[in-house]
């Protein structure tokens, strides 16, 4: 009897130490999402698979997945028993609380021997990405006009003139297509002179998001006011998208996944794919600033775009923005200006487009 029980805990110990030794040897980890793009609220499967590709028996493996700051759970811990060669899935779902663009690092493993008493750690990296986009907002009920539109939020209105209501004529900018050209009133005044209505075709826009809430940007950051800045830029992309009238974007935000990507400035395009990528971009932006909102105007004002409109949008309107914007309003057919505070909006030129955010 006494031998066997010998015996017994020799064999333990052989086993407790190859279990140790050997447990990590041959052991995968996978973490499985199906995209990685996701609505608010959306459900997230999260598959993890482990495999366990050798013939000795792990009794214990502790398994630790983390998850960033905005999802509805911190993390997932579960224990397993896996045989020899043996596969285990686990399936669950976790959902993002807030735009972001979010990266889960690593998972931690932690294995047992087989009554106990010691244990060895293993870190794996997985890097995986995923993006929450914007909260899908209805533009009509987000913004009001102020001024003289009397209500009207129509996006068509922002480019397309109604020529009962804006007849007349002004100098040529050289954003303009050519066909606008008024030629009577060119050669009566010398100088190139445009139709200021009838804009039917040819139409596209520029979408200027401003992501500076204060000076400097870092001082104070309205991330609420932010956020709803970002979200009515997606509106009014979908809004655009779904009229067909093609739009571009620029920013003075950063990527929050890239160190190199300072600011953005994309032409106008049109379809699902362009769209997309735009609400990427959307997602994936950070609170810091890679230009003052000025320079950003500015930069927009000389590049001389091939677009008709520029659409502002903007948590605030600081006192500094005013004359740039009034600039850029003189420099393209029109300007719309979108904030969601609606301080010193009364104070820009009555020619702009101006609404607030509700």
Request: contains cysteine; charged residues 25%; glycine residues 6%.
């Amino acid at each position: 009897m006494i031998w066997f029980l010998i015996g017994l805990i020799g064999v333990t110990y052989l086993i407790n130490k190859a279990t140790l030794y050997y447990g990590f040897r041959n052991l995968t980890y996978k973490m499985e999402v199906g995209k990685n793009t996701f609505e608010i609220g959306e459900e997230i499967e999260i598959v993890s698979i482990i495999e366990n590709k050798k013939p000795l028996t792990i009794s214990f493996l502790s398994v630790e997945e983390k998850f960033p700051k905005g999802f509805n759970l911190d993390g997932n811990i579960y224990t397993l028993f896996i045989m020899p060669y043996q596969r285990v899935k686990r399936t669950y779902k976790i959902s993002g609380e807030k735009r972001g663009l979010y990266r889960i690092k690593d998972v931690n493993l932690e294995l047992g021997d087989f009554v106990g008493f010691n244990k060895s750690y293993e870190d794996i990296e997985i890097k995986r990405e995923l993006i929450i986009f914007p909260k899908k907002i209805d533009l009509n009920e987000s913004i009001s006009p102020i001024g003289s539109l009397n209500g009207d939020i129509s996006v068509k209105r922002w480019i397309i003139d109604d020529p009962l209501m804006t007849i007349g004529i002004r100098e040529y900018t050289g954003n303009e297509p050519q066909k606008l050209i008024h030629w009577p009133s060119s050669a009566k005044y010398n100088n190139l002179m445009v139709k200021n209505f009838d804009f039917t075709t040819d139409n596209s826009v520029l979408i200027v998001l401003n992501i500076e809430s204060a000076k400097p940007y870092w001082r104070g950051i309205d991330d609420d006011r932010i956020e709803k800045a970002i979200s009515i830029t997606r509106a009014v992309m979908e809004e655009f998208e779904k009229l067909r009238i093609p739009y571009g974007l620029a920013s003075n935000a950063c990527n929050a996944g890239s160190n190199y990507i300072k600011g953005h400035f994309y032409h106008p395009g049109l379809g699902a794919n362009h769209l997309y990528h735009f609400l990427e971009i959307l997602g994936s932006m950070s609170y810091t600033v890679s230009f003052t909102f000025e320079e950003t105007l500015k930069n927009i004002s000389r590049r001389q775009g091939n677009y008709t409109t520029v659409a502002v949008i903007t948590p605030k309107i600081l006192e500094s923005y005013i004359e740039p914007i009034n600039f850029l309003g003189k420099t393209v057919n029109k300007t719309v200006v979108i904030s969601v505070d609606d301080k010193y909006l009364e104070d820009l030129n009555k020619s702009i487009i101006r609404f607030r955010g509700d």
